[in-house]
């Protein structure tokens, strides 16, 4: 099993759609948690970090559920400059690789 | 401006040939991280190293070799031993605070000609 799974998609919807996408982890010590978008043949950048109570940040909100391990990113409002991949990063405490990188899923907002 | 910047953005080599990607970073982070990533892949991590003089091997190590003399500077070299080195290779820095992000640099795209 990988440390880290996302759905790959792709994710096609159109304008002004709420999609939702969710990625599991399988360390429990895991402790921190982030979103990362990536454009086509471009280096991934932070969208947003993932805290324990919640958080939003405009458009986007993100969710993190211990109990059963995964993290989920919501967009409202989709515009077409959110196609992109998206990239979710687990972070755990104990682990000589720190950093864990799901595979990325893709979304294509379409006109 | 604080950053991590990776050089060249293109390059080329031929069968046979080592080549070196630069990476450095003036943002005083501890761990530095390479990526590659395959069209339409996610990224697998190549070898990381959380302190100076110190690296370890990620998932797919074989055929590539790194140094850590500086803090700043995380350079890997391409060798001949890897057989498929067309690839999109991605540097990360972070600081050491659990809580922090990683940053990147823009990559390098290395293809065999």
């Known amino acids: 099993r990988k440390e880290v799974e996302q759905d790959p998609g792709p994710f096609n919807v159109p304008e002004g759609a709420t999609v939702a996408f969710n990625c599991t982890y399988s360390?429990?010590?895991?402790?921190?948690f982030f979103w990362y978008r990536q454009d086509c043949r471009k280096e991934p950048k932070l969208l947003m970090s993932?805290?324990?109570s919640g958080n939003e940040d405009g458009r986007f909100t993100a969710q993190l559920n211990r109990a059963s391990q995964y993290i989920s990113l919501l967009i409202r409002d989709s515009k077409l400059s959110d196609s992109a991949t998206y990239l979710c990063?687990?972070?755990?405490?104990?682990?000589?690789?720190?950093?864990?990188f799901g595979s990325g899923t893709q979304l294509t907002v379409l006109p | 401006d604080g950053g991590i910047t990776q050089s060249p953005k293109y390059l080329f080599r031929k069968e046979g040939q080592n080549v070196t990607l630069s990476c450095e970073q003036n943002?005083?982070?501890?761990?530095m991280y390479w990526y590659r990533q395959d069209p339409g892949q996610g990224l697998r991590l190549i070898y990381y190293?959380?302190?100076?003089?110190?690296?370890q091997k990620g998932d797919i190590a074989e055929g590539y070799s790194v140094s850590r003399e500086k803090k700043e500077s995380f350079p890997l070299t391409v060798t001949s031993a890897q057989k498929n080195p067309t690839a999109f290779y991605l540097c990360?820095?972070?600081?050491?605070?659990?809580?922090?992000?990683?940053?990147f640099g823009q990559g390098t795209r290395l293809t065999v000609v």
């Open positions: 990063v687990v972070v755990a405490s104990g682990s000589a690789r720190q950093l864990t």
């Open positions: 190293s959380q302190i100076v003089n110190d690296f």
């Open positions: 360390n429990s010590a895991s402790q921190s």
């Open positions: 993932v805290y324990s």
């Open positions: 990360a820095s972070r600081g050491r605070q659990v809580n922090t992000e990683a940053f």
């Open positions: 943002l005083n982070h501890d761990a």
